[in-house]
């Protein structure tokens, strides 16, 4: 008994690493490999964000942010729902603003297309303001700040920026 569970074992998180491989090269790909194996449920928003939190360290991180990232028309915005889900599914109780933002990006890598910048702040600041209502007068409000602290991080880390003298 003891070898057939330690066999099943190994065979959930080859399964696992597999999934992850795949998820890694074609997103829909990997969450459809996953799925059939039980790790993730592919039709659940929820879930989906889960698996992300939870595997952010063997994901990569570009192509989590590009699969966030995802515009409305994308399947149906699944994307868009997961985006959603994986926000709500982050404690920013208490924490200060840049905190924040650096635990919510921790688990991928911002895409450079400034419209899915935008959706993504966008969720990150609605979170943000739910979970602590006196910082900001409105999600808008804290969405600007948000976005221009990435936009000010970006000028400033970018090689592609000159420095001024």
């Known amino acids: ?20 491989l795949k998820f890694n ?14 790790h993730v449920d592919d039709k659940d928003p929820s879930s989906v964000a889960a698996f992300l939190l939870k595997h ?29 889900e994986y926000a709500e599914q982050l404690d920013f109780k208490g924490l200060e603003f840049d905190i924040a933002i650096r635990l919510y ?11 899915k910048i935008d959706r993504i702040m966008e969720n990150y600041a609605a979170r943000y303001c739910t979970q602590n209502p006196a910082v900001f007068p409105s999600a808008d409000v804290a969405f600007v700040l948000a976005f221009s602290v990435i936009m000010l991080q970006t000028d400033l880390h970018s090689p592609a920026i000159k420095e001024e003298k």
């Open 1 to 20: 008994k003891r070898v057939e569970a330690f066999d099943r074992k190994r065979q959930l998180q080859e399964d696992l690493k597999d999934g992850i």
């Open 25 to 38: 090269l074609k997103p829909a790909h990997g969450l459809k490999a996953l799925s059939s194996k039980g």
């Open 56 to 84: 952010a360290a063997e994901l990569d991180k570009t192509v989590v942010g590009d699969y966030l990232g995802k515009e409305e028309t994308y399947k149906d915005g699944f994307c868009v729902k997961v985006l959603k």
């Open 105 to 115: 990006l921790s688990g991928f890598r911002l895409p450079g297309e400034a419209q």
